[in-house]
């Protein structure tokens, strides 16, 4: 059968996602995902769908919806490319903006979703390696056809100087693609950078802020000619009607989000002062999780001894620049508090 399968899919490593186990009595900390409940609008649109509807064919080119985030970026509707979930966006921006020839950059660790995309592509891999601390410097000289740079970056849920990202966007030759998925839990984002430079794309993703992972809906805003190029490629119904009509009331309620999104910073404070007392290292976060090291008891003692207690994190053991390191999603306060509590008993030795 291999001779039946392209050889680069042979070769190549599919993305592993977080696991979703299907347990009731397990806390979820390990796919960040929001844990409050989206827009009461969302409910009401359900409500109301016409299932005649279904029936037919969605508006293929997501018009309502577009409209409404090109209201809330400030932009036009030409502006804007809606898909399913970031992630699509995202291999979007490969098969549209980068020849068989050439070449995609992001940096290491991120995203692991990136070098799989690539690999799809079968196109060459620029990895830039970030330093011992998480923090980047260009080399002099690179180049690639296209730059995914995660903003906040994940794992690692930090951001990066302002100053630095303009100086790479104005000097970097090929599509710069800024992830930001995270960006509603940061105090900095990067959407003005995608209206002023004709090379750069902003993603976003309604699966964490908004509580709507389950929809599978993320965008782009950019350069009307770089819109246009993913619009010649994605499927002809990428987006389906519930979909779109739920995104478009969630986004329309900026109320809740915000509220939501405080919540979890709020929390996310708590949970960071509380795992520095019991001497971890947590990074500053700018994200709806916490990159901690567990120091003296291990991570993958400490994972080992979550999931023991029925709490997921995310741990990433085959990759030796990050074994050292979890990710924690920040849940609600009293989910917070059982892992707190948890992990104070693993720590103490009184499990």
Not at 5 to 19: D, F, H, W
Not at 58 to 73: F, T, Y
Not at 238 to 260: C, F, G, K, P, S
Request: glycine share 6%; proline share 4%; hydrophobic share 40%.
């Amino acid at each position: 059968m291999n001779d039946l399968i392209r050889k680069s899919v042979l070769a190549m490593t599919g993305y592993v996602p977080g696991e979703q186990p299907d347990d009731a009595g397990i806390i979820k900390l390990n796919t960040n995902e929001n844990p409050y409940l989206p827009s009461p609008d969302v409910q009401d649109i359900l409500s109301m769908v016409d299932i005649a509807a279904l029936s037919r064919y969605p508006d293929p080119g997501c018009l309502e919806l577009r409209k409404v985030i090109a209201e809330l970026h400030g932009c036009k509707v030409e502006n804007v490319f809606v898909g399913n979930g970031s992630d699509e966006v995202l291999a979007l921006c490969i098969r549209a903006f980068v020849e068989r020839d050439g070449s995609v950059g992001y940096f290491e660790p991120s995203y692991s979703l990136y070098p799989v995309l690539a690999d799809i592509e079968d196109v060459e891999k620029k990895p830039v390696e970030l330093d011992a601390r998480f923090g980047w410097k260009m080399e002099n000289g690179y180049s690639a056809s296209l730059f995914f740079m995660a903003h906040p970056n994940a794992p690692t849920s930090l951001t990066y100087g302002r100053d630095d990202i303009v100086d790479f966007v104005r000097g970097f030759k090929g599509v710069v693609v800024i992830d930001e998925a995270y960006a509603d839990f940061a105090q900095d984002h990067c959407m003005e950078l995608a209206l002023e430079h004709d090379n750069v794309l902003v993603s976003r993703t309604l699966s964490k802020s908004y509580s709507l992972a389950g929809i599978r809906l993320g965008y782009c805003v950019g350069n009307a000619d770089l819109i246009g190029a993913m619009f010649k490629i994605k499927d002809s119904y990428n987006v389906n009607y519930l979909t779109q009509e739920i995104a478009r009331v969630a986004i329309l309620d900026q109320n809740t989000m915000h509220a939501n999104v405080q919540a979890i910073i709020e929390t996310r404070k708590m949970v960071s002062d509380k795992l520095q007392e019991l001497g971890f290292e947590v990074s500053d976060s700018q994200t709806n999780f916490l990159w901690i090291k567990p120091l003296g008891l291990g991570a993958k003692t400490l994972f080992e001894g979550l999931r023991r207690k029925k709490i997921l994190v995310r741990y990433f053991e085959s990759d030796p620049r990050i074994r050292d390191y979890l990710r924690v999603t920040i849940g609600t306060a009293p989910e917070m508090f059982s892992f707190l509590d948890a992990v104070e008993e693993l720590v103490n030795g009184s499990e």
